[in-house]
């Protein structure tokens, strides 16, 4: 028999009926759950008693034989009672001390009532609440039937089923979609003036540490977990209901899932064209990419993120904090007007970025995130993580570029034992350590630091480049540059200053300095090679 949907001992010695009695023993045991009420008083009561029950009785029929008092207790803990009510006045005068300490030696509850209680009103009030309690469970199987039946036919959302179940629950409730990596939650009134004022993370944490946890799992495959929170002397949700409600829940996760996957499998393969395929039709490609709510012609950038197995922490524990990482990092997407795509991958995800109409442009947005992503990525110690983004570009061409700078982000980061975020604009010369192909990442180095330097055409930017040649050469002496170059001291001023507008780099920056310094190197390096293989072919 199943005893979770009855109420304890110690609840329904908290009504009024009891006021007046008094616990002599068992008080650990007071969490018993209490079945019904025996009023049975025979000598061969023993026989007509079941477990959980709540026998209250006079000890009439055996008040006179001590053996059958001195048995008495024994014979109920062997049984299986909830524990005994004896209301002493009448017959015993006073519950007898061997009583006392066979109980308190069995642990067993036993009850003194006073001597103007009736064994009716007892009766009754157990009765209440024993068809309180089987109203509240019908109540409740019919309010997650409901639910069931809007999850499958109307499409209850994660946010729909929280609040349904705290209705049904009573507490708050924290739902953690382990597949989808999404959470959602509704609070009960106590909680919510308590709660309102934390942060998402801090607030789903408190909730986590509160309340009872149940995994979802359907053949061994998990698909979350749901935290129900109570008050003190809240009674946990029915077995029975609650096993309808850890079903329920997966039906709306695996939903959700199947639609994601369609989607992001749409839209991986769409995008894998882009990069991949040679684009003959850009008109059309847009007519395409209007199904995903793309402009291609927009700048557009690429975030890349690997997950990496840490076998110290527990996997309830990553699953828990992937799925807050995630909704963490949507939400800072949304906050910085950033339109997402997510692209599932064996290890991790790419993630396509794009600026909102009329948000904040998206290389500031992008500078944004760089500086927040390592600040939430810490606040998740049991994932081990690296992430690699890349510039915006614009148009189709753009997005290969995109890929291919978070390929080489995300290399960098990895080689960092993961735990690491790269921008593309942070590499610096690591990018030519790291390409897969260094002769043709060695030209993009050249020409994206140097600028127009790297292949000047006006007389202007020769002059520019004969300048900068100098400086290093001189190292960073002025005076000795104007006159190498036969130019006055202002003009070598001005020169420089011309330089670091153009490159955007700062000489004062050591890193600048050695970034631009080994560009002209390998520039020169680059032209050298170039007229050693013009002079080797054939005539």
């Given at each position: 028999m199943e005893y979770a949907n009855y109420p304890t001992l110690g609840e329904l010695l908290r009504q009024d009926i009891f006021s007046n009695s008094q616990v002599l023993s068992g008080e650990a045991a007071l969490d018993i759950p209490v079945a019904g009420v025996n009023l049975t008083d025979t000598p061969d009561y023993y026989d007509w008693v079941s477990p959980h029950e709540l026998l209250v009785t006079n000890c009439y029929a055996i008040c006179g034989d001590a053996p059958a008092l001195s048995a008495f207790i024994g014979h109920l803990a062997e049984k299986g009672l909830a524990g005994v009510c004896i209301k002493p006045?009448?017959?015993?005068?006073?519950?007898?001390?061997?009583?006392?300490?066979a109980a308190r030696e069995q642990e067993f509850p036993l009850i003194a009532l006073p001597p103007t209680i009736r064994f009716a009103d007892i009766t009754k009030a157990v009765s209440d609440e024993l068809l309180r309690r089987q109203t509240a469970l019908?109540?409740?199987s019919i309010a997650v039937n409901q639910m069931l039946l809007q999850t499958i036919t109307e499409g209850a959302?994660?946010?729909?089923?929280?609040?349904?179940i705290r209705e049904i629950a009573g507490g708050s409730v924290l739902l953690v979609d382990s597949i989808n990596q999404r959470q959602a939650y509704s609070l009960s009134k106590a909680d919510s003036a308590r709660l309102a004022v934390l942060e998402h993370d801090a607030l789903c944490q408190t909730l986590l540490e509160e309340a009872d946890?149940?995994?979802?799992q359907i053949d061994g495959h998990l698909f979350g977990t749901v935290c129900l929170c109570r008050a003190k002397d809240q009674p946990r949700l029915q077995t029975d209901i609650l096993s309808q409600i850890l079903q329920t829940i997966p039906l709306e996760i695996s939903r959700e899932h199947s639609v994601r996957k369609t989607e992001s499998r749409s839209f991986t393969e769409f995008f894998q064209h882009l990069i991949s395929d040679?684009?003959?039709d850009d008109s059309w490609e847009q007519s395409r990419a209007n199904a995903f709510h793309l402009d291609l012609s927009a700048p557009h950038a690429l975030l890349e993120l690997h997950f990496q197995s840490n076998n110290s922490i527990s996997e309830y524990t990553a699953n828990f904090q992937r799925t807050a990482f995630f909704h963490t990092l949507r939400q800072s997407l949304e906050q910085l007007g950033i339109d997402a795509h997510i692209m599932d991958q064996p290890d991790g995800c790419l993630i396509l970025m794009g600026s909102q109409e009329d948000s904040i442009p998206l290389d500031y947005a992008l500078t944004r995130l760089s500086s927040t992503f390592e600040t939430f990525r810490t606040g998740y110690p049991a994932l081990s993580l690296a992430g690699g983004c890349s510039r915006s570009h614009a148009g189709i061409p753009g997005l290969s570029l995109c890929r291919w700078e978070a390929?080489?982000?995300?290399?960098?980061a990895c080689s960092k034992n993961g735990n690491s975020f790269f921008h593309f604009d942070q590499l610096?010369?690591?990018r030519l350590l790291y390409s897969s192909n260094p002769s043709r990442e060695i030209g993009r180095f050249i020409r994206e630091t140097l600028k127009e330097l790297a292949s000047p055409k006006l007389s202007h930017e020769k002059e520019l480049l004969e300048t900068l040649e100098s400086y290093f050469r001189n190292l960073g002496n002025q005076r000795r540059i104007a006159q190498e170059l036969y130019i006055h001291y202002n003009t070598v001023a001005y020169r420089l200053n011309s330089i670091q507008e153009l490159t955007r780099m700062n000489l004062d920056n050591p890193e600048h300095r050695m970034q631009l310094e080994l560009a002209l190197y390998l520039r020169r390096i680059h032209i050298m090679d170039k007229l050693a293989s013009f002079a080797n072919e054939d005539p």
């Amino acid at each position: 028999m199943e005893y979770a949907n009855y109420p304890t001992l110690g609840e329904l010695l908290r009504q009024d009926i009891f006021s007046n009695s008094q616990v002599l023993s068992g008080e650990a045991a007071l969490d018993i759950p209490v079945a019904g009420v025996n009023l049975t008083d025979t000598p061969d009561y023993y026989d007509w008693v079941s477990p959980h029950e709540l026998l209250v009785t006079n000890c009439y029929a055996i008040c006179g034989d001590a053996p059958a008092l001195s048995a008495f207790i024994g014979h109920l803990a062997e049984k299986g009672l909830a524990g005994v009510c004896i209301k002493p006045s009448r017959f015993l005068g006073t519950i007898p001390e061997y009583m006392i300490s066979a109980a308190r030696e069995q642990e067993f509850p036993l009850i003194a009532l006073p001597p103007t209680i009736r064994f009716a009103d007892i009766t009754k009030a157990v009765s209440d609440e024993l068809l309180r309690r089987q109203t509240a469970l019908l109540h409740n199987s019919i309010a997650v039937n409901q639910m069931l039946l809007q999850t499958i036919t109307e499409g209850a959302s994660l946010e729909d089923l929280a609040q349904r179940i705290r209705e049904i629950a009573g507490g708050s409730v924290l739902l953690v979609d382990s597949i989808n990596q999404r959470q959602a939650y509704s609070l009960s009134k106590a909680d919510s003036a308590r709660l309102a004022v934390l942060e998402h993370d801090a607030l789903c944490q408190t909730l986590l540490e509160e309340a009872d946890v149940y995994e979802m799992q359907i053949d061994g495959h998990l698909f979350g977990t749901v935290c129900l929170c109570r008050a003190k002397d809240q009674p946990r949700l029915q077995t029975d209901i609650l096993s309808q409600i850890l079903q329920t829940i997966p039906l709306e996760i695996s939903r959700e899932h199947s639609v994601r996957k369609t989607e992001s499998r749409s839209f991986t393969e769409f995008f894998q064209h882009l990069i991949s395929d040679h684009i003959l039709d850009d008109s059309w490609e847009q007519s395409r990419a209007n199904a995903f709510h793309l402009d291609l012609s927009a700048p557009h950038a690429l975030l890349e993120l690997h997950f990496q197995s840490n076998n110290s922490i527990s996997e309830y524990t990553a699953n828990f904090q992937r799925t807050a990482f995630f909704h963490t990092l949507r939400q800072s997407l949304e906050q910085l007007g950033i339109d997402a795509h997510i692209m599932d991958q064996p290890d991790g995800c790419l993630i396509l970025m794009g600026s909102q109409e009329d948000s904040i442009p998206l290389d500031y947005a992008l500078t944004r995130l760089s500086s927040t992503f390592e600040t939430f990525r810490t606040g998740y110690p049991a994932l081990s993580l690296a992430g690699g983004c890349s510039r915006s570009h614009a148009g189709i061409p753009g997005l290969s570029l995109c890929r291919w700078e978070a390929q080489l982000a995300l290399k960098a980061a990895c080689s960092k034992n993961g735990n690491s975020f790269f921008h593309f604009d942070q590499l610096g010369i690591l990018r030519l350590l790291y390409s897969s192909n260094p002769s043709r990442e060695i030209g993009r180095f050249i020409r994206e630091t140097l600028k127009e330097l790297a292949s000047p055409k006006l007389s202007h930017e020769k002059e520019l480049l004969e300048t900068l040649e100098s400086y290093f050469r001189n190292l960073g002496n002025q005076r000795r540059i104007a006159q190498e170059l036969y130019i006055h001291y202002n003009t070598v001023a001005y020169r420089l200053n011309s330089i670091q507008e153009l490159t955007r780099m700062n000489l004062d920056n050591p890193e600048h300095r050695m970034q631009l310094e080994l560009a002209l190197y390998l520039r020169r390096i680059h032209i050298m090679d170039k007229l050693a293989s013009f002079a080797n072919e054939d005539p």
